[in-house]
């Protein structure tokens, strides 16, 4: 992948929802795998969410039941839907593409390096 784009970010109150898209740019995104992580204020970037590139998905614990993880091949986006959010929920979130594939990638689903591009990140802020 040449690009990723994050958007979406912004305010929300705690409770309340938002969605967050990646944009890729590059001719074989359906091969990818995808992930998204965040770095919270004064913290180290984590594992939120990740999907192959056939469809499996990952999350943390902290945000199982409440993110959803989704991609769309036909328009090279992937997708985090995140409900009842939380003020620890504030962080910096990025977009990355792996080019694992298969067992190897669900291995390194959930570490950072096993990533191969990243997006700029975009700032979600929860407000208690």
């Known amino acids: 992948q040449d690009q990723l784009v994050e958007s979406g970010g912004g305010l929300v109150q705690a409770g309340g929802s938002l969605g967050l898209s990646c944009a890729a740019s590059?001719?074989?995104?359906?091969?990818?795998?995808m992930g998204w992580f965040r770095r919270p204020p004064g913290k180290e970037r984590e594992f939120v969410a990740a999907?192959?590139?056939?469809?499996?998905?990952y999350y943390a614990d902290s945000v199982k039941g409440r993110f959803t993880i989704s991609r769309d091949n036909v328009k090279n986006t992937v997708y985090l839907q995140m409900h009842s959010l939380k003020p620890e929920d504030t962080a910096v979130y990025y977009c990355?593409?792996?080019?694992?594939?298969?067992?190897?990638?669900?291995?390194?689903?959930?570490?950072?390096?096993?990533?191969?591009?990243w997006g700029q990140g975009t700032q979600v802020t929860v407000s208690s």
């Open positions: 990355a593409a792996s080019r694992l594939s298969g067992r190897y990638y669900s291995y390194r689903a959930r570490d950072e390096y096993g990533y191969d591009y």
């Open positions: 590059g001719r074989t995104f359906s091969s990818y795998a």
């Open positions: 999907i192959s590139s056939t469809d499996s998905t």
